[in-house]
């Protein structure tokens, strides 16, 4: 199975505050962004889950609501802040926060999660999801990375066991670079590599595999930020010229379904028991 995911968040929320002026966030490109996005998906019938951010919904409560309609919503958190840059009230806060804002516009509560960034810095933060009534989380990651720490042996789903209470987890899919697992099928990594390359990945991955994409990802006009570090400047930026091309043949290569239909496809007694 394949499934598609989409963080619904502005195409500054990756860059980080502190290199942005107030003229940088009131560019605001989410609607058109997203409606280019859509149509993309739309012409191949491609299904997806929208993990969006809560203040975006309040921005743009139509946009949405009108989302919702036809795909599933679960959330991404309220504001686009890292775990690690929040202490657990706040985190706490900070997810019923966004359920409260998607259940008020959406009319159903959310039970499935992101982080932003995949941030999960340790197992003390996932007792939050469960208190806040979260289901299914597709957060934890395989292998080290810039905004989180390896927190799974594998990449396929498994069960989140703390205290005799249990969350789905369907985490990101990795890639295999120079035989090492270094990296995320979706996102900047979607956007760097040359198609072949995604392709042969998600071939390889034919009983799992989880892709992420952002709006942002299909904008290449979107602003450039100057005074980045070399890093965050390619990471930003590479491949946004091609990328919309590059995602309309990947979702007309392959058959994508959403999280809550890829749930019913597991069988969730076999699956793995990861304690944390």
Known sequence: MHILTVDVEEWY???GVEYLNDEDIQDRRMESNLDRLLKVLEEH???????????????????????AERYEVGSHGYRHRLLGDMGLKDFEKDVMHSMEVLERICGKRPIRYRAPGFSFPDEDYLRVLFDCGVETDCSL??????????????????????GGRYIREMPPTTISLLGRRAGFLGGGYFRLFPYMLTRRW?????????????????????????GLP????????????????????????????????????????????VRL
């Open 230 to 273: 070399p890093l965050r400047r390619l990471r930003s930026y590479v491949g946004l010229k091609g990328a919309e091309r590059k995602l309309r043949r990947y979702v007309g290569d392959f058959d994508f379904v959403d999280v809550a239909t890829a749930e019913g496809m597991i069988d969730w007694d076999r699956v793995p028991v």
């Open 202 to 226: 998600t071939e390889q991955n034919r009983d799992y595999s989880m892709t992420y994409i952002h709006p942002r990802d299909v904008d290449a006009g979107q602003p450039r930020i100057k």
């Open 141 to 162: 990651a395989a292998i080290n990375h810039p905004y989180g720490r390896k927190m799974l042996k594998g990449d396929g789903p498994c069960l989140i066991e703390q």
């Open 13 to 15: 929320h990756l860059l």
């Open 45 to 67: 019938g491609a299904r997806a889950t929208f993990f969006v951010l809560g203040s975006v919904a309040e921005e743009y409560p139509d946009m949405v609501r009108k989302l």
